[in-house]
């Protein structure tokens, strides 16, 4: 079974400042999706950004960009020029390609981002 | 964009007493619906995944007497706790697919908290 771990409970950063969100994840198979979800206190689920693990490049988004190391399984978050409303819950998540019920996203535990103005 | 619609959004109950929770694609027709489970600072549990027309698939050790699935229409999709306990109290989430590929992306609702007295 795949397994994704966050090794930081917590982070925090000063606005307008580069941060960067870790994640490691356990698997055997070769294509996959990986995720960072993030969840305000309004607990509302936000796609952050997505990455296919048959491309080599690393996904952007705006602010928001990722550093993916298919061999050494890492997939860390780099959030540039942060701003207050970033605060929030971050979670990495793997999701299978394959079919048959395996397409369920398994989560890692969580970095709290915190912001300071 | 695709929105999906979770009610109540808070709802508190007497133990032992059931309470039904409903997940809602409103602008799209959802083939598949995911349930999660959140305690409190926790991450996102897979408890079930729920197909439209046929039974859910649950996760090990989701008891699935205890949580009804029934996914009777291509939008809409519900969660029964039966005979809830306090322990029973936790937040649950649901996400739909939009389309039955690999791409297809997962939107989440709002998730429900459920306080059981």
């Known amino acids: 079974a795949q397994t994704v771990t966050q090794s930081q409970p917590e982070m925090s950063v000063q606005e307008a400042e580069t941060v960067t969100l870790s994640c490691t994840y356990d698997t055997s198979e070769s294509d996959y999706y990986l995720f960072w979800y993030k969840q305000p206190p309004s607990r509302q689920m936000i796609l952050v950004i997505r990455q296919e693990a048959y491309k080599q490049q690393n996904a952007t988004e705006n602010r928001f960009s990722v550093n993916f190391q298919k061999a050494a399984k890492s997939f860390s978050l780099k959030i540039s020029d942060s701003q207050l409303g970033d605060a929030a819950m971050y979670f990495c998540a793997y999701r299978s390609v394959g079919g048959g019920g395996s397409e369920k996203l398994v989560f890692g535990k969580g970095t709290k981002l915190t912001v300071n103005p | 964009g695709a929105v999906v619609s979770q009610h109540p959004s808070r709802v508190i109950c007497k133990s032992g007493t059931s309470v039904k929770i409903e997940c809602r694609s409103l602008?799209?027709?959802?083939?598949?619906m995911f349930w999660y489970r959140q305690f409190p600072k926790q991450s996102l549990m897979l408890m079930a995944t729920s197909n439209e027309g046929s039974k859910a698939t649950y996760e090990q050790g989701v008891e699935k007497d205890k949580f009804l699935i029934n996914h009777a229409s291509l939008t809409l999709s519900t969660l029964t706790v039966t005979s809830a306990h306090p322990e029973d109290s936790s937040f649950y989430i649901c996400?739909?697919?939009?389309?039955?590929?690999?791409?297809?992306?997962?939107?989440f609702g709002n998730g429900t908290r459920l306080t059981v007295t």
């Open positions: 996400s739909a697919r939009v389309g039955v590929g690999n791409n297809s992306p997962l939107h």
């Open positions: 602008d799209f027709q959802a083939t598949t």
